[in-house]
T-cell receptor, first 116, second 111 residues
């Protein structure tokens, strides 16, 4: 399977703990995006990378959140000092800026975070 | 943020019926994508429309992009229980950048 993969699929943590999620994009895709989705809402943009460069961050990405894509391949999203309001589905997507389909983003299965 | 309004929010129909869901905005998008999402899973891309007035068909699903590239519709013919899911539209102001999503239309098709 060459789709976007995310790990873990589910994470339960206590308030105040740090968590880290991983995303492996489609191998030939150079753009990688993070979104957050809460119940009853569509996904909301958090940040995106082109290769290893982080090009845009949403105001939703507070200073407790940090994302990296050190070698332009997989990415990690870390949340420090988790709060109950961080409970959500964290989605990763990837796309390619070359070719005719540069606007098509393909999503992974998501990581469901529950903060207790 | 460019807002996308989807309607209806919920739709429950019987197998075999036709339906249309709408995605509207006051903003112009360079492209618009439709996704279908099942509980606990990520959105799955159904179609991308780019040109104003464009119509695309995917089996029983017909997608249309408005002439002004501000709105779109999804029509399903002879709905089946397998069509059940959350249908999301997402607009892209500029190619390759963040998608702005609507809240989705939750469709339930009963046998």
């Amino acid at each position: 399977d060459t789709g976007v993969s995310q790990d873990p699929r589910h994470k339960i943590t206590k308030r105040g703990q740090n968590v880290t999620f991983r995303c492996d994009p489609i191998s030939e895709h150079n753009r990688l995006y993070w979104y957050r989705q809460t119940l009853g809402q569509g996904p909301e943009f958090l940040t995106y990378f082109q290769n290893e460069a982080q090009l845009e961050k949403s105001r939703l990405l507070s200073d407790r959140f940090s994302a990296e894509r050190p070698k332009g391949s997989f990415s990690t999203l870390e949340i420090q000092r988790t709060e109950q309001g961080d409970s959500a589905m964290y989605l990763c997507a990837s796309s390619s800026v070359t070719g005719l389909s540069s606007y098509e983003q393909y999503f992974g299965p998501g990581t469901r975070l529950t903060v207790t | 943020t460019q807002l996308l309004e989807q309607s209806p929010q919920f739709l429950s129909i019987q197998e075999g019926e036709n339906l249309t869901v709408y995605c509207n905005s006051s903003s112009v998008f360079s492209s618009l994508q439709w996704y279908r999402q099942e509980p606990g899973e990520g959105p799955v891309l159904l179609v991308t429309v780019v040109t104003g007035g464009e119509v695309k068909k995917l089996k029983r699903l017909t997608f249309q992009f408005g002439d002004a590239r501000k709105d779109s519709s999804l029509h399903i013919t002879a709905a089946q229980p397998g069509d059940t899911g959350l249908y999301l539209c997402a607009g892209e102001a500029n190619s390759g950048y963040a998608l702005n999503f609507g809240k989705g239309t939750s469709l339930l098709v009963t046998p």
